[in-house]
Protein backbone atom coordinates (compact mmCIF):
# COMPACT_ATOMS: atom_id res chain seq x y z
CA UNK A 1 0.00 0.00 0.00
CA UNK A 2 3.21 2.27 0.55
CA UNK A 3 3.83 2.62 -3.39
CA UNK A 4 -0.02 4.00 -4.32
CA UNK A 5 1.46 7.95 -4.22
CA UNK A 6 4.40 6.71 -6.73
CA UNK A 7 2.13 5.18 -8.58
CA UNK A 8 -0.28 8.64 -8.51
CA UNK A 9 2.81 10.60 -9.86
CA UNK A 10 3.43 8.08 -12.39
CA UNK A 11 -0.13 8.75 -13.43
CA UNK A 12 -0.42 12.51 -12.93
CA UNK A 13 3.13 12.93 -14.97
CA UNK A 14 1.45 12.35 -17.64
CA UNK A 15 0.04 15.90 -17.71
CA UNK A 16 3.07 17.39 -18.76
CA UNK A 17 2.24 16.69 -22.32
CA UNK A 18 -0.48 19.08 -21.77
CA UNK A 19 1.40 21.56 -20.47
CA UNK A 20 0.78 24.91 -23.37
CA UNK A 21 -2.22 23.56 -24.35
CA UNK A 22 -4.39 23.61 -21.10
CA UNK A 23 -4.08 25.50 -18.05
CA UNK A 24 -2.51 23.45 -14.49
CA UNK A 25 -6.14 23.90 -12.87
CA UNK A 26 -7.52 21.83 -15.82
CA UNK A 27 -5.59 19.04 -16.20
CA UNK A 28 -7.48 16.50 -13.86
CA UNK A 29 -9.91 16.68 -16.63
CA UNK A 30 -7.98 15.32 -18.63
CA UNK A 31 -6.32 12.59 -16.11
CA UNK A 32 -8.98 11.49 -13.89
CA UNK A 33 -11.48 10.59 -16.61
CA UNK A 34 -8.10 8.50 -18.56
CA UNK A 35 -7.69 7.11 -15.22
CA UNK A 36 -10.94 5.77 -14.67
CA UNK A 37 -10.94 4.11 -18.38
CA UNK A 38 -7.53 2.68 -17.79
CA UNK A 39 -8.59 0.97 -14.48
CA UNK A 40 -12.03 -0.37 -16.03
CA UNK A 41 -9.98 -1.32 -19.11
CA UNK A 42 -7.91 -3.41 -17.02
CA UNK A 43 -10.25 -4.68 -14.98
CA UNK A 44 -12.33 -6.25 -18.33
CA UNK A 45 -8.93 -7.33 -20.13
CA UNK A 46 -8.66 -11.24 -18.88
CA UNK A 47 -12.29 -12.30 -20.26
CA UNK A 48 -12.36 -9.35 -23.28
CA UNK A 49 -11.79 -11.89 -25.71
CA UNK A 50 -15.08 -14.26 -24.70
CA UNK A 51 -17.08 -11.19 -24.63
CA UNK A 52 -16.33 -10.44 -28.20
CA UNK A 53 -16.74 -13.67 -29.34
CA UNK A 54 -20.31 -13.92 -26.79
CA UNK A 55 -21.04 -10.50 -28.70
CA UNK A 56 -20.56 -11.84 -32.17
CA UNK A 57 -23.16 -14.62 -30.86
CA UNK A 58 -25.71 -12.68 -29.00
CA UNK A 59 -25.78 -8.85 -30.63
CA UNK A 60 -29.13 -9.38 -32.60
CA UNK A 61 -30.83 -9.97 -28.80
CA UNK A 62 -32.67 -6.76 -27.16
CA UNK A 63 -30.39 -4.71 -25.32
CA UNK A 64 -32.10 -5.73 -22.29
CA UNK A 65 -31.16 -9.08 -23.16
CA UNK A 66 -27.45 -8.75 -24.12
CA UNK A 67 -26.43 -6.78 -21.38
CA UNK A 68 -26.70 -9.12 -18.74
CA UNK A 69 -25.14 -12.02 -20.96
CA UNK A 70 -22.13 -9.97 -21.76
CA UNK A 71 -21.76 -8.81 -17.98
CA UNK A 72 -22.40 -12.76 -17.28
CA UNK A 73 -18.87 -13.36 -19.57
CA UNK A 74 -17.15 -10.55 -18.46
CA UNK A 75 -17.83 -11.71 -15.04
CA UNK A 76 -18.42 -8.24 -13.60
CA UNK A 77 -21.36 -5.71 -13.46
CA UNK A 78 -20.38 -4.10 -16.77
CA UNK A 79 -18.76 -4.87 -19.88
CA UNK A 80 -16.83 -3.54 -23.40
CA UNK A 81 -18.23 -4.76 -26.37
CA UNK A 82 -15.98 -2.91 -28.92
CA UNK A 83 -12.94 -4.19 -30.30
CA UNK A 84 -10.70 -1.90 -29.08
CA UNK A 85 -8.59 -1.56 -25.87
CA UNK A 86 -5.98 0.90 -24.59
CA UNK A 87 -3.29 -1.40 -26.57
CA UNK A 88 -5.55 -1.53 -29.88
CA UNK A 89 -6.06 2.56 -29.58
CA UNK A 90 -2.52 3.27 -29.10
CA UNK A 91 -1.99 1.17 -32.76
CA UNK A 92 -3.49 3.90 -34.91
CA UNK A 93 -2.40 7.99 -34.53
CA UNK A 94 -4.66 8.93 -37.49
CA UNK A 95 -7.77 7.56 -36.43
CA UNK A 96 -7.89 7.57 -32.45
CA UNK A 97 -10.29 10.11 -32.05
CA UNK A 98 -13.36 7.89 -33.73
CA UNK A 99 -11.39 4.65 -32.36
CA UNK A 100 -11.46 6.26 -28.74
CA UNK A 101 -15.22 7.21 -29.16
CA UNK A 102 -16.09 3.84 -30.40
CA UNK A 103 -14.02 1.95 -27.80
CA UNK A 104 -16.51 4.53 -25.12
CA UNK A 105 -19.82 3.39 -27.13
CA UNK A 106 -18.98 -0.11 -26.36
CA UNK A 107 -19.05 0.17 -22.91
CA UNK A 108 -22.31 -1.52 -20.78
CA UNK A 109 -25.40 1.51 -19.91
CA UNK A 110 -24.18 1.73 -16.20
CA UNK A 111 -20.49 2.47 -16.91
CA UNK A 112 -20.99 4.75 -19.93
CA UNK A 113 -23.46 6.82 -17.72
CA UNK A 114 -20.12 7.20 -15.50
CA UNK A 115 -17.84 8.72 -18.21
CA UNK A 116 -20.57 10.93 -19.54
CA UNK A 117 -20.33 12.78 -16.27
CA UNK A 118 -16.82 13.43 -16.70
CA UNK A 119 -17.84 15.71 -20.10
CA UNK A 120 -15.25 13.53 -21.48
CA UNK A 121 -16.41 14.29 -25.48
CA UNK A 122 -15.20 17.91 -24.81
CA UNK A 123 -11.81 17.02 -23.83
CA UNK A 124 -11.21 13.90 -26.75
CA UNK A 125 -12.31 17.44 -28.72
CA UNK A 126 -9.96 19.57 -27.47
CA UNK A 127 -7.20 16.78 -27.60
CA UNK A 128 -7.43 15.80 -30.64
CA UNK A 129 -7.34 19.41 -32.15
CA UNK A 130 -3.94 19.82 -30.33
CA UNK A 131 -2.69 16.34 -31.54
CA UNK A 132 -2.40 15.49 -27.64
CA UNK A 133 -5.18 12.50 -27.87
CA UNK A 134 -3.02 9.72 -29.21
CA UNK A 135 0.22 10.47 -27.02
CA UNK A 136 -2.13 10.62 -23.96
CA UNK A 137 -3.62 7.25 -24.96
CA UNK A 138 0.12 6.08 -25.46
CA UNK A 139 1.20 7.21 -22.33
CA UNK A 140 -2.07 5.56 -20.27
CA UNK A 141 -1.39 2.19 -22.51
CA UNK A 142 2.50 2.08 -21.23
CA UNK A 143 1.11 2.14 -17.44
CA UNK A 144 -0.21 -1.69 -17.67
CA UNK A 145 1.89 -1.90 -14.07
CA UNK A 146 0.93 1.14 -12.58
CA UNK A 147 -3.00 -0.55 -12.74
CA UNK A 148 -2.22 -4.34 -12.60
CA UNK A 149 -2.99 -6.14 -9.51
CA UNK A 150 -4.20 -2.76 -7.31
CA UNK A 151 -7.22 -3.56 -5.50
CA UNK A 152 -10.01 -1.39 -5.03
CA UNK A 153 -8.46 -0.02 -1.73
CA UNK A 154 -5.51 0.95 -3.00
CA UNK A 155 -6.91 2.57 -6.38
CA UNK A 156 -9.15 4.37 -3.94
CA UNK A 157 -5.58 5.75 -2.28
CA UNK A 158 -4.70 6.63 -5.64
CA UNK A 159 -7.56 8.24 -7.13
CA UNK A 160 -7.66 10.81 -3.70
CA UNK A 161 -3.87 11.44 -4.37
CA UNK A 162 -5.29 12.71 -8.28
CA UNK A 163 -8.00 14.72 -7.05
CA UNK A 164 -6.07 16.47 -4.18
CA UNK A 165 -3.13 17.20 -6.75
CA UNK A 166 -6.13 18.61 -8.76
CA UNK A 167 -7.74 20.50 -6.15
CA UNK A 168 -4.43 22.14 -5.15
CA UNK A 169 -3.98 23.44 -8.61
CA UNK A 170 -7.37 24.13 -9.01
CA UNK A 171 -7.21 25.67 -5.56
CA UNK A 172 -10.47 23.99 -4.46
CA UNK A 173 -11.48 22.40 -1.15
CA UNK A 174 -9.53 19.14 -1.45
CA UNK A 175 -11.32 17.77 1.97
CA UNK A 176 -14.85 18.12 0.13
CA UNK A 177 -13.90 15.32 -2.04
CA UNK A 178 -12.12 12.81 0.53
CA UNK A 179 -11.63 11.80 3.82
CA UNK A 180 -8.52 10.34 5.48
CA UNK A 181 -8.57 6.86 5.71
CA UNK A 182 -7.43 5.59 8.87
CA UNK A 183 -10.57 8.48 9.76
CA UNK A 184 -12.90 6.41 8.14
CA UNK A 185 -11.65 3.36 9.81
CA UNK A 186 -12.33 4.51 13.12
CA UNK A 187 -15.46 5.45 12.18
CA UNK A 188 -16.51 2.23 10.18
CA UNK A 189 -15.17 0.44 13.66
CA UNK A 190 -16.78 2.49 15.43
CA UNK A 191 -20.40 2.23 13.53
CA UNK A 192 -20.07 -1.84 13.55
CA UNK A 193 -18.96 -2.12 17.04
CA UNK A 194 -21.84 -3.38 18.73
CA UNK A 195 -23.20 -5.35 16.01
CA UNK A 196 -19.87 -8.04 15.07
CA UNK A 197 -22.41 -10.94 16.43
CA UNK A 198 -25.06 -9.88 14.19
CA UNK A 199 -22.95 -9.58 11.43
CA UNK A 200 -21.06 -12.46 11.75
CA UNK A 201 -24.32 -14.56 11.22
CA UNK A 202 -24.31 -16.41 7.50
CA UNK A 203 -25.27 -14.94 4.50
CA UNK A 204 -26.37 -11.56 6.54
CA UNK A 205 -27.47 -8.77 4.07
CA UNK A 206 -27.51 -4.81 5.73
CA UNK A 207 -27.61 -1.56 4.00
CA UNK A 208 -24.83 1.10 4.08
CA UNK A 209 -25.68 5.14 2.63
CA UNK A 210 -23.45 8.19 2.72
CA UNK A 211 -25.56 11.19 1.56
CA UNK A 212 -22.27 12.85 0.55
CA UNK A 213 -20.03 10.42 -0.77
CA UNK A 214 -17.50 11.68 -2.61
CA UNK A 215 -15.46 9.05 -4.50
CA UNK A 216 -16.57 6.24 -2.13
CA UNK A 217 -13.44 5.90 0.25
CA UNK A 218 -16.62 5.77 3.48
CA UNK A 219 -18.71 3.28 1.71
CA UNK A 220 -15.82 0.82 0.12
CA UNK A 221 -13.87 0.90 3.85
CA UNK A 222 -17.30 0.02 4.98
CA UNK A 223 -17.74 -2.83 2.43
CA UNK A 224 -13.73 -4.45 3.20
CA UNK A 225 -14.34 -4.42 6.94
CA UNK A 226 -17.35 -6.28 6.64
CA UNK A 227 -16.03 -8.59 4.50
CA UNK A 228 -13.30 -9.23 6.62
CA UNK A 229 -15.26 -9.63 9.38
CA UNK A 230 -17.54 -12.30 7.45
CA UNK A 231 -16.77 -13.26 3.81
CA UNK A 232 -20.47 -14.24 3.93
CA UNK A 233 -22.10 -11.12 4.33
CA UNK A 234 -23.31 -8.88 2.44
CA UNK A 235 -23.40 -4.83 2.53
CA UNK A 236 -25.40 -3.19 0.03
CA UNK A 237 -23.82 0.62 -0.68
CA UNK A 238 -26.06 3.41 -1.43
CA UNK A 239 -24.61 6.94 -2.16
CA UNK A 240 -25.31 10.21 -3.17
CA UNK A 241 -22.54 13.02 -4.70
CA UNK A 242 -23.40 16.89 -6.06
CA UNK A 243 -19.72 16.29 -7.42
CA UNK A 244 -19.44 15.19 -11.12
CA UNK A 245 -16.13 13.95 -10.88
CA UNK A 246 -16.20 12.45 -7.97
CA UNK A 247 -19.38 10.78 -8.39
CA UNK A 248 -18.36 9.53 -11.79
CA UNK A 249 -15.04 7.69 -9.63
CA UNK A 250 -17.39 6.53 -6.89
CA UNK A 251 -19.62 4.75 -9.26
CA UNK A 252 -17.26 3.25 -11.42
CA UNK A 253 -15.57 1.76 -7.94
CA UNK A 254 -19.25 0.55 -7.41
CA UNK A 255 -18.97 -0.89 -10.73
CA UNK A 256 -15.60 -2.72 -10.52
CA UNK A 257 -16.62 -4.02 -7.14
CA UNK A 258 -19.83 -5.81 -7.87
CA UNK A 259 -21.70 -3.51 -6.24
CA UNK A 260 -25.30 -1.97 -8.49
CA UNK A 261 -24.03 1.26 -9.57
CA UNK A 262 -27.71 2.76 -9.75
CA UNK A 263 -27.52 2.39 -6.23
CA UNK A 264 -25.07 5.89 -6.16
CA UNK A 265 -27.35 9.48 -7.30
CA UNK A 266 -26.23 12.34 -8.49
CA UNK A 267 -27.12 15.36 -6.93
CA UNK A 268 -27.81 17.40 -3.76
CA UNK A 269 -28.67 15.30 -1.51
CA UNK A 270 -31.10 18.51 -0.20
CA UNK A 271 -33.19 18.97 -3.09
CA UNK A 272 -32.86 16.03 -5.57
CA UNK A 273 -32.95 13.39 -2.67
CA UNK A 274 -31.94 10.42 -5.14
CA UNK A 275 -33.32 7.85 -2.17
CA UNK A 276 -36.32 9.21 -0.70
CA UNK A 277 -38.39 7.15 1.38
CA UNK A 278 -35.47 4.56 1.34
CA UNK A 279 -33.79 3.64 4.87
CA UNK A 280 -31.21 2.06 6.09
CA UNK A 281 -29.46 0.18 8.79
CA UNK A 282 -26.23 2.31 9.03
CA UNK A 283 -25.30 5.50 8.01
CA UNK A 284 -21.80 7.24 7.77
CA UNK A 285 -20.53 10.84 5.98
CA UNK A 286 -18.02 13.72 6.34
CA UNK A 287 -20.50 16.73 4.98
CA UNK A 288 -18.65 19.55 3.92
CA UNK A 289 -17.01 21.61 6.83
CA UNK A 290 -19.02 25.00 7.50
CA UNK A 291 -20.44 25.38 4.17
CA UNK A 292 -23.83 27.60 3.64
CA UNK A 293 -27.04 26.00 2.31
CA UNK A 294 -27.89 29.68 0.54
CA UNK A 295 -28.64 27.67 -3.07
CA UNK A 296 -30.83 25.18 -1.33
CA UNK A 297 -32.36 27.74 1.33
CA UNK A 298 -35.65 27.45 -0.66
CA UNK A 299 -36.74 24.01 -1.12
CA UNK A 300 -35.64 23.43 2.68
CA UNK A 301 -37.30 26.28 4.14
CA UNK A 302 -40.46 25.17 2.45
CA UNK A 303 -40.26 21.34 3.19
CA UNK A 304 -39.39 22.70 7.15
CA UNK A 305 -42.35 24.91 6.87
CA UNK A 306 -45.11 22.47 5.19
CA UNK A 307 -43.81 19.71 6.40
CA UNK A 308 -42.29 19.84 9.82
CA UNK A 309 -41.38 16.56 11.05
CA UNK A 310 -43.16 14.38 8.59
CA UNK A 311 -40.12 15.94 6.40
CA UNK A 312 -36.77 15.74 7.13
CA UNK A 313 -36.05 18.96 8.94
CA UNK A 314 -38.89 19.28 11.50
CA UNK A 315 -36.41 19.57 14.36
CA UNK A 316 -35.42 23.19 12.87
CA UNK A 317 -32.96 24.99 10.66
CA UNK A 318 -29.37 25.83 11.70
CA UNK A 319 -27.52 29.12 10.67
CA UNK A 320 -27.49 29.37 6.68
CA UNK A 321 -23.37 29.43 6.84
CA UNK A 322 -23.56 25.64 7.96
CA UNK A 323 -25.58 23.12 6.95
CA UNK A 324 -23.39 20.53 8.88
CA UNK A 325 -26.35 19.95 11.17
CA UNK A 326 -29.07 19.44 8.27
CA UNK A 327 -27.24 16.77 6.71
CA UNK A 328 -27.56 14.80 10.31
CA UNK A 329 -31.07 15.46 10.53
CA UNK A 330 -31.18 13.77 6.51
CA UNK A 331 -29.49 11.17 7.77
CA UNK A 332 -31.93 10.43 10.88
CA UNK A 333 -34.83 10.71 8.56
CA UNK A 334 -33.84 7.47 6.76
CA UNK A 335 -33.51 5.35 9.69
CA UNK A 336 -35.20 2.25 10.50
CA UNK A 337 -37.32 3.40 13.25
CA UNK A 338 -39.87 0.42 12.77
CA UNK A 339 -37.25 -2.32 11.87
CA UNK A 340 -34.71 -3.05 13.78
CA UNK A 341 -33.16 0.98 14.11
CA UNK A 342 -30.44 2.20 12.40
CA UNK A 343 -26.65 3.51 13.61
CA UNK A 344 -24.58 7.11 12.40
CA UNK A 345 -21.75 7.67 12.23
CA UNK A 346 -20.64 11.47 10.94
CA UNK A 347 -17.54 13.88 11.34
CA UNK A 348 -18.51 17.55 12.04
CA UNK A 349 -16.36 20.53 13.34
CA UNK A 350 -16.75 22.32 16.50
CA UNK A 351 -19.50 24.01 15.34
CA UNK A 352 -22.70 21.83 16.24
CA UNK A 353 -21.53 21.14 19.59
CA UNK A 354 -22.65 24.23 20.83
CA UNK A 355 -23.59 27.17 18.16
CA UNK A 356 -27.21 28.54 18.75
CA UNK A 357 -28.90 29.55 21.51
CA UNK A 358 -31.48 27.93 23.41
CA UNK A 359 -35.01 28.23 21.75
CA UNK A 360 -32.85 28.94 17.88
CA UNK A 361 -32.07 26.36 14.82
CA UNK A 362 -29.26 24.68 16.05
CA UNK A 363 -29.83 24.59 19.82
CA UNK A 364 -33.48 22.83 19.04
CA UNK A 365 -31.71 20.48 16.85
CA UNK A 366 -29.56 19.50 19.92
CA UNK A 367 -32.48 19.31 22.16
CA UNK A 368 -34.22 17.14 19.73
CA UNK A 369 -31.72 14.82 18.79
CA UNK A 370 -30.38 14.44 22.76
CA UNK A 371 -34.51 14.33 24.60
CA UNK A 372 -34.92 11.67 21.98
CA UNK A 373 -32.44 9.88 23.40
CA UNK A 374 -30.46 9.37 19.99
CA UNK A 375 -26.87 11.11 20.47
CA UNK A 376 -24.61 8.10 21.94
CA UNK A 377 -21.12 9.12 21.87
CA UNK A 378 -19.02 11.96 20.37
CA UNK A 379 -15.04 11.65 19.97
CA UNK A 380 -12.99 14.80 19.47
CA UNK A 381 -10.23 14.01 17.24
CA UNK A 382 -7.16 16.41 16.89
CA UNK A 383 -6.68 19.50 14.69
CA UNK A 384 -4.45 19.29 11.51
CA UNK A 385 -5.89 15.96 10.62
CA UNK A 386 -7.50 16.75 7.45
CA UNK A 387 -6.08 18.07 4.08
CA UNK A 388 -8.03 20.72 3.48
CA UNK A 389 -8.40 22.15 7.47
CA UNK A 390 -6.34 22.68 10.50
CA UNK A 391 -9.35 23.25 12.61
CA UNK A 392 -10.18 20.15 15.50
CA UNK A 393 -13.14 17.42 14.11
CA UNK A 394 -15.43 15.11 16.09
CA UNK A 395 -16.84 12.02 15.21
CA UNK A 396 -20.79 11.55 16.48
CA UNK A 397 -22.43 8.49 16.92
CA UNK A 398 -25.81 8.57 16.46
CA UNK A 399 -28.40 5.96 17.33
CA UNK A 400 -31.85 4.82 18.23
CA UNK A 401 -31.23 1.87 19.51
CA UNK A 402 -28.56 2.13 22.35
CA UNK A 403 -28.14 -1.12 24.00
CA UNK A 404 -29.55 -1.04 27.45
CA UNK A 405 -26.55 0.41 29.53
CA UNK A 406 -26.17 3.15 27.57
CA UNK A 407 -30.25 4.46 27.41
CA UNK A 408 -29.83 8.01 28.67
CA UNK A 409 -26.14 8.79 28.80
CA UNK A 410 -23.81 9.84 26.39
CA UNK A 411 -20.29 8.85 26.19
CA UNK A 412 -17.44 11.46 25.39
CA UNK A 413 -14.10 10.54 24.65
CA UNK A 414 -11.01 12.83 24.06
CA UNK A 415 -8.97 11.90 21.32
CA UNK A 416 -7.93 15.27 20.57
CA UNK A 417 -4.36 14.43 21.51
CA UNK A 418 -3.72 18.23 23.09
CA UNK A 419 -1.87 17.49 26.30
CA UNK A 420 0.32 14.78 24.34
CA UNK A 421 1.03 18.23 21.98
CA UNK A 422 2.10 19.97 25.83
CA UNK A 423 4.57 17.20 25.85
CA UNK A 424 2.65 14.17 27.58
CA UNK A 425 4.74 11.55 25.97
CA UNK A 426 2.56 9.34 27.95
CA UNK A 427 -0.72 10.58 25.76
CA UNK A 428 -2.10 7.16 23.66
CA UNK A 429 -3.14 9.77 20.97
CA UNK A 430 0.27 11.04 19.55
CA UNK A 431 -0.49 11.33 15.94
CA UNK A 432 1.87 13.68 14.40
CA UNK A 433 3.31 12.54 10.64
CA UNK A 434 6.50 12.67 9.38
CA UNK A 435 5.56 14.48 6.18
CA UNK A 436 2.68 16.80 6.23
CA UNK A 437 0.22 16.54 3.38
CA UNK A 438 -1.33 20.02 2.31
CA UNK A 439 -2.81 20.91 6.30
CA UNK A 440 -3.13 17.51 7.25
CA UNK A 441 0.06 16.96 9.59
CA UNK A 442 -1.21 14.41 11.95
CA UNK A 443 -2.89 11.09 11.42
CA UNK A 444 -4.41 8.26 13.77
CA UNK A 445 -2.39 5.15 13.49
CA UNK A 446 -3.71 1.63 12.41
CA UNK A 447 -1.00 -0.32 13.97
CA UNK A 448 0.92 -0.61 10.49
CA UNK A 449 4.61 0.17 9.84
CA UNK A 450 5.30 0.35 13.00
CA UNK A 451 3.16 2.43 13.96
CA UNK A 452 0.58 2.81 17.04
CA UNK A 453 -2.61 1.29 16.66
CA UNK A 454 -4.82 4.01 17.99
CA UNK A 455 -7.94 2.93 16.20
CA UNK A 456 -8.13 0.18 18.31
CA UNK A 457 -6.81 2.29 21.64
CA UNK A 458 -9.79 4.33 20.79
CA UNK A 459 -12.62 1.88 19.84
CA UNK A 460 -11.58 -0.03 22.95
CA UNK A 461 -12.43 2.71 25.07
CA UNK A 462 -15.66 3.43 22.97
CA UNK A 463 -16.48 -0.15 23.93
CA UNK A 464 -15.51 -0.31 27.26
CA UNK A 465 -18.18 2.71 28.24
CA UNK A 466 -16.50 3.52 31.83
CA UNK A 467 -14.80 6.78 33.47
CA UNK A 468 -11.07 7.90 32.90
CA UNK A 469 -9.17 10.36 31.81
CA UNK A 470 -10.01 10.24 27.94
CA UNK A 471 -13.64 9.01 28.94
CA UNK A 472 -16.24 10.45 30.18
CA UNK A 473 -19.87 9.36 30.66
CA UNK A 474 -22.95 11.97 31.21
CA UNK A 475 -26.56 11.92 31.71
CA UNK A 476 -28.51 13.52 28.49
CA UNK A 477 -29.55 15.99 31.26
CA UNK A 478 -26.12 17.26 32.13
CA UNK A 479 -25.88 18.91 28.92
CA UNK A 480 -29.37 20.88 29.38
CA UNK A 481 -29.81 24.28 30.58
CA UNK A 482 -33.05 26.29 31.08
CA UNK A 483 -31.83 30.02 29.22
CA UNK A 484 -33.80 32.10 32.06
CA UNK A 485 -34.46 36.13 31.64
CA UNK A 486 -33.51 37.95 33.84
CA UNK A 487 -35.53 41.35 34.50
CA UNK A 488 -35.17 44.67 36.43
CA UNK A 489 -37.49 47.41 36.95
CA UNK A 490 -37.22 50.89 34.93
CA UNK A 491 -36.95 54.01 37.17
CA UNK A 492 -37.57 57.42 36.10
CA UNK A 493 -35.37 60.55 36.21
CA UNK A 494 -36.06 60.67 40.21
CA UNK A 495 -35.40 57.13 40.74
CA UNK A 496 -38.49 55.39 41.20
CA UNK A 497 -39.90 52.35 39.80
CA UNK A 498 -42.17 52.41 36.71
CA UNK A 499 -45.43 50.35 37.34
CA UNK A 500 -47.98 49.21 34.42
CA UNK A 501 -51.77 49.24 35.16
CA UNK A 502 -51.93 46.37 37.28
CA UNK A 503 -48.88 48.10 39.43
CA UNK A 504 -46.26 45.49 38.40
CA UNK A 505 -42.90 47.00 37.50
CA UNK A 506 -42.10 48.26 33.91
CA UNK A 507 -38.82 46.06 32.67
CA UNK A 508 -35.52 47.93 31.56
CA UNK A 509 -34.75 46.51 27.96
CA UNK A 510 -31.45 48.31 28.54
CA UNK A 511 -30.85 45.98 32.03
CA UNK A 512 -32.52 42.75 30.72
CA UNK A 513 -30.19 39.94 31.16
CA UNK A 514 -30.00 36.07 30.78
CA UNK A 515 -28.60 32.83 32.60
CA UNK A 516 -28.21 29.53 31.70
CA UNK A 517 -29.13 27.13 34.80
CA UNK A 518 -28.63 23.77 34.59
CA UNK A 519 -31.61 21.64 33.99
CA UNK A 520 -30.71 19.78 37.07
CA UNK A 521 -30.99 22.55 39.14
CA UNK A 522 -34.13 24.01 40.56
CA UNK A 523 -34.22 27.85 38.76
CA UNK A 524 -35.73 29.77 41.81
CA UNK A 525 -33.07 27.93 44.44
CA UNK A 526 -29.96 29.17 41.99
CA UNK A 527 -32.14 32.80 40.87
CA UNK A 528 -32.02 33.33 45.25
CA UNK A 529 -28.09 32.21 45.25
CA UNK A 530 -26.45 33.57 42.02
CA UNK A 531 -28.34 36.69 41.33
CA UNK A 532 -30.75 38.23 43.99
CA UNK A 533 -27.00 38.91 46.42
CA UNK A 534 -25.92 41.05 43.44
CA UNK A 535 -29.52 42.22 41.72
CA UNK A 536 -31.92 42.24 44.59
CA UNK A 537 -34.58 43.95 42.14
CA UNK A 538 -34.55 41.54 40.10
CA UNK A 539 -37.24 38.97 38.45
CA UNK A 540 -37.82 36.10 36.34
CA UNK A 541 -39.89 36.65 33.37
CA UNK A 542 -40.60 32.80 32.69
CA UNK A 543 -42.59 33.15 29.67
CA UNK A 544 -39.40 33.99 28.02
CA UNK A 545 -37.62 30.88 29.84
CA UNK A 546 -36.17 28.30 26.66
CA UNK A 547 -34.37 25.37 27.14
CA UNK A 548 -31.21 24.50 25.44
CA UNK A 549 -28.30 22.10 25.05
CA UNK A 550 -24.56 22.35 24.78
CA UNK A 551 -21.36 19.96 24.57
CA UNK A 552 -18.34 21.88 26.22
CA UNK A 553 -15.56 19.12 25.47
CA UNK A 554 -12.71 21.83 26.87
CA UNK A 555 -14.89 22.12 30.24
CA UNK A 556 -15.32 18.25 30.51
CA UNK A 557 -11.49 17.51 30.01
CA UNK A 558 -10.36 20.29 31.38
CA UNK A 559 -6.72 20.07 33.20
CA UNK A 560 -5.59 22.36 35.29
CA UNK A 561 -1.68 23.32 34.73
CA UNK A 562 0.23 25.36 37.45
CA UNK A 563 1.69 28.75 36.28
CA UNK A 564 5.07 29.11 35.59
CA UNK A 565 6.66 30.96 38.73
CA UNK A 566 8.20 34.39 38.32
CA UNK A 567 11.31 32.85 38.80
CA UNK A 568 11.28 31.21 35.42
CA UNK A 569 10.01 33.47 33.17
CA UNK A 570 12.61 35.35 34.70
CA UNK A 571 15.52 33.50 34.01
CA UNK A 572 13.71 32.95 30.45
CA UNK A 573 14.14 36.71 29.48
CA UNK A 574 17.70 36.86 30.72
CA UNK A 575 18.47 34.20 28.67
CA UNK A 576 16.74 35.69 25.73
CA UNK A 577 18.15 39.25 26.16
CA UNK A 578 21.89 37.20 26.71
CA UNK A 579 20.92 35.95 22.78
CA UNK A 580 20.14 39.02 21.50
CA UNK A 581 23.22 40.58 22.42
CA UNK A 582 24.96 37.92 20.67
CA UNK A 583 23.16 38.48 17.58
CA UNK A 584 23.14 42.00 17.43
CA UNK A 585 26.86 41.66 18.32
CA UNK A 586 27.80 39.58 15.28
CA UNK A 587 25.36 41.57 13.40
CA UNK A 588 27.59 44.76 13.87
CA UNK A 589 30.55 42.95 13.52
Known amino acids: MNNFREKANLIWSIADLLRGHYKQADYGKVILPFTVLRRL ?35 AKFHNRSKFDFHELAKDHNNVAANLRNYMNGF ?17 RKLDEYDLLY ?23 IFEELIRK ?16 EVIRLMVNLLFAHDKDILRKEGIVKTLYDPACGTGGMLSIAGEYLHDLNSGARLELFGQEINPESYAICKSDML ?16 Q ?109 PDQLFYNTGISTYIWIVTDRKTPERKGKVQLINASGSDWEEGDKSNPFSMKMMRSLGNKRKEIGDGRDGKPDQIKTITKLYEAFKDGPYCKIFNNEDFGYHRITVERPKRNKRGEIETDRKGDPVPDADLRDYENVPLK ?14 LPDAWIDHSKTKTGYEINFTKYFYQYKPLRSLEEIRRDILALEKETEGMIKIVLD
Open 273 to 381: DGLEDETFDYMLSNPPFGVDWKKAQKYIRDEYENRGFAGRFGAGLPSISDGSLLFLQHMISKMKRSTGGSRIAIVFNGSPLFSGAAGRGPGNIRKWIIENDMLEAIIAM
Open 135 to 157: LIIKEFAKKEDTFKDVDAMEMGY
Open 108 to 124: SISAREIIDYFSFDDQI
Open 41 to 75: DMVLAPTKKLVLEAYQKHKDKKPEVLEPILNGVAK
Open 521 to 534: EDIEEYFKREVLPH
Open 256 to 271: IKGQNPANIKFGNSFT
Open 166 to 181: FAELSNETAGEHFTPR
